[in-house]
């Protein structure tokens, strides 16, 4: 079982990252805006002109934490990952998969339907939640008619029919 951890994301411009003990330390201006423990972060991303320290980077390579640079608007820079990990046996089994028509036909219909659940769960909760502000009865009539693609989905026996 994997332990969900949290991403801290940077957004004061020209702050610093740096590494104190076991701590990510943000500092602006050489004040210290927040401190957080180390082991509770799965990744790090920064907006602007923020810096980090090489230790940092190295102890987020070490631990596979995430160090991700993006601009201000949020366009890539450049990240610090760390070693990759990797799992040949479940590579060649995916590839398997991707080769087998039925196999992954099987799984691109289990994420169809899924996202299609997923819409309209969305759908029907903004009809509890907002019901006075929206138009309820076309939201249901959407509802329906994702219900009827969930079934044409399912009764899909090759991509060629999708199309």
């Given at each position: 079982m994997?332990?969900?951890?949290?991403?801290l994301y940077v957004t004061t411009p020209d702050a610093y990252l740096s590494l104190d003990g076991?701590?990510?330390?943000?500092l602006k201006?050489?004040?210290?805006?927040?401190?957080?423990?180390?082991?509770?972060?799965?990744?790090?991303?920064?907006?602007?002109y923020t810096g980090a320290s090489p230790a940092l980077m190295r102890a987020?390579?070490?631990?596979?934490?995430?160090?991700s640079f993006l601009s201000a608007h949020g366009r890539f820079l450049a990240s610090v990952i760390g070693?990759?990990?990797?799992?040949?046996i479940l590579?060649?089994?995916?590839?398997?998969?991707?080769?087998?028509?039925?196999?992954?036909?099987?799984?691109?219909?289990n994420i169809l339907i899924?996202?299609?659940?997923?819409?309209?769960?969305?759908?029907?909760?903004?009809?509890?939640?907002?019901?006075e502000r929206l138009d309820v009865d076309r939201i249901k009539l959407?509802?329906?008619?994702?219900?009827?693609l969930v079934q044409e989905v399912q009764d899909v026996e090759s991509y060629g029919a999708m199309l």
């Amino acid at each position: 079982m994997r332990k969900l951890l949290n991403t801290l994301y940077v957004t004061t411009p020209d702050a610093y990252l740096s590494l104190d003990g076991e701590n990510v330390v943000v500092l602006k201006d050489e004040e210290r805006l927040l401190r957080v423990p180390i082991h509770n972060l799965e990744g790090v991303v920064t907006f602007g002109y923020t810096g980090a320290s090489p230790a940092l980077m190295r102890a987020c390579a070490d631990r596979g934490i995430a160090l991700s640079f993006l601009s201000a608007h949020g366009r890539f820079l450049a990240s610090v990952i760390g070693e990759t990990q990797g799992n040949v046996i479940l590579r060649r089994a995916q590839f398997r998969a991707a080769d087998d028509e039925k196999q992954s036909m099987g799984i691109a219909r289990n994420i169809l339907i899924g996202k299609l659940h997923n819409s309209r769960w969305v759908l029907e909760r903004s009809t509890r939640d907002y019901a006075e502000r929206l138009d309820v009865d076309r939201i249901k009539l959407a509802c329906r008619q994702i219900m009827e693609l969930v079934q044409e989905v399912q009764d899909v026996e090759s991509y060629g029919a999708m199309l």
